[in-house]
C-alpha cells in the first residue's frame, strides 16, 4: 500500500484537498440538496479534478515531509513516475490512487469507501409523501366548526340575560354598600326595586315623581322624631417614642489582596510512532496484531487513530525522535518496512 497514496485519501476524507505540482488538484466540493417534484435529492460531496493550482489547498510535497521521512520533493517525482504521469503532460487514460479512487478521462471517480466518508448515507432521491390529505383537511374543518359552535354557545348572552346579569351586579354592589351604611349606624337603602328596571320584561322603569319628592321630606323629618346619641369617643395619648440611636459605624478595612501566581504554560509535544502497518479496517489491524505477537514476543503492539479513516499498529511509541530512530534502526534489520509516524497533538 502506497503511503504517498493515503497521505492524498486522507486529505479527500477530510473534506479539504492537495495539489499536485505540475499535474493539477483535488478538492472536495459540497452538492446541495435538491427538490425534484416530491422527490428529494439529499445533500453531499464530491471530489473534483482541475488542471490548475488552487489556493488555499496544502501542496502533496508538504504534506509528504509531515508524514514521511527523506527529500520530499524526490518522494513526489518517484510517485509520479510509478503512476506514469509527466509534468505539465497530458494525463494517462487511468490513474489510480489507492483507497481514495481514480483519476480517469480527466475526471476523478472516488472509491466506495471514500464516497461513504464523504456523504455518509445513500445519495438516492427520496420520496416526499404529501403531509395533509382531502379526508384529514375535511376532518381539520369539521373539528374547527365543531370548536367555534361551541365557543359561541357558552359565551353567546342574549340582551335579556345580559340585562339580568347587570341588575345582579347592582343588587350585590347596594347589599354592600347597605351592610357598611348599618355598621356605621346609617339608614339602609331599600334594594326590593332595581334601578336598572323590570328583570322579565327588560323594560326600564321609572319611579314616581310624587314618591321621589316625597323621600326628602321622610329623611328631613326623621331627625325631629326621633335622635340617636352617639357615644363620646376620647383621643387615645400616644405612647412616647423614642428617638433611636444607631450604633457608631467603622469603615471596613478589607485585607489586602496578593495577585495570583500564574503557573507557566505546558505545551504538548508530538509523539512517535513506529508504524508496522496502516489498514481503514480494525479487523485487519487487529490481525497484524495477533501475528505479530505470535512471531515475535519483545513487541508490544498497539493500534493508534492516524485520521478519521486510518488506522496503524505502532510497536513502538515516545515522545523523543532519536528514541524513535534508535529503536527503529533495530528492527530494520527483521522489518525492513517499519517506519516513524509523527502524531501531533
Not at 503512476?83 to 505539465?88: Q, V
Not at 347596594?174 to 327588560?202: H, W
Not at 487513530?305 to 530494520?332: C, G, Y
Request: proline share 8%.
Amino acid at each position: 500500500m502506497n503511503r504517498i497514496d493515503n497521505i492524498i485519501s486522507d486529505a479527500l476524507a477530510s473534506f479539504n484537498g492537495v495539489n499536485l505540482p505540475g499535474v493539477g488538484a483535488l478538492r472536495t466540493e459540497r452538492r446541495p440538496a435538491a427538490l425534484n417534484g416530491r422527490r428529494l435529492t439529499p445533500p453531499s460531496f464530491e471530489v473534483v479534478f482541475e488542471r490548475g493550482q488552487q489556493s488555499g489547498l496544502p501542496d502533496l510535497p508538504s504534506l509528504i515531509a509531515e508524514n514521511m521521512e527523506g527529500d520530499p520533493e524526490a518522494a513526489y517525482g518517484s510517485w509520479l513516475a510509478g503512476k506514469g504521469i509527466t509534468p505539465g503532460a497530458a494525463l494517462p487514460g487511468e490513474v489510480s490512487i489507492g483507497e481514495a479512487g481514480r483519476i480517469f478521462d480527466g475526471r476523478f471517480e472516488p472509491s466506495e469507501s471514500l464516497r461513504r466518508t464523504l456523504s455518509g448515507a445513500s445519495e438516492a432521491p427520496v420520496k416526499l409523501s404529501p403531509r395533509f390529505g382531502s379526508a384529514q383537511i375535511t376532518l381539520t374543518v369539521v373539528l374547527a366548526l365543531a370548536v367555534c359552535g361551541a365557543a359561541f354557545f357558552l359565551f353567546y348572552k342574549t340582551p335579556e340575560q345580559r340585562q339580568y346579569a347587570a341588575v345582579q351586579r347592582e343588587m350585590k354592589e347596594l347589599s354592600k354598600r347597605n351592610k357598611e351604611r348599618a355598621e356605621k349606624g346609617l339608614e339602609v337603602t331599600s334594594i326590593t326595586q332595581s334601578p336598572l328596571g323590570d328583570v322579565a320584561t327588560g323594560k326600564q322603569t321609572e319611579a314616581p315623581k310624587a314618591e321621589a319628592d316625597a323621600r326628602p321630606a321622610r329623611q328631613e323629618s326623621r331627625p325631629e322624631t326621633s335622635t340617636k346619641t352617639k357615644p363620646e369617643v376620647k383621643p387615645q395619648a400616644k405612647p412616647e417614642t423614642k428617638p433611636e440611636t444607631k450604633p457608631e459605624t467603622k469603615p471596613e478595612v478589607k485585607p489586602e489582596v496578593k495577585p495570583a501566581q500564574v503557573a507557566p504554560a505546558v505545551t504538548n509535544s508530538p509523539s512517535y510512532h513506529l508504524v508496522m502497518g496502516v489498514f481503514s479496517s480494525r479487523e485487519n489491524a487487529e490481525k497484524l496484531v495477533r501475528e505479530l505477537a505470535a512471531t515475535d514476543n519483545s513487541l508490544k503492539c498497539t493500534i493508534i487513530n492516524m485520521s478519521s479513516t486510518r488506522l496503524i499498529v505502532s510497536a513502538f511509541d515516545t515522545q523523543d525522535e532519536a528514541a524513535a530512530n534508535a529503536r527503529k534502526e533495530q528492527l530494520a534489520a527483521k522489518y525492513p518496512d517499519v517506519w516513524v509516524y509523527k502524531k501531533r497533538k
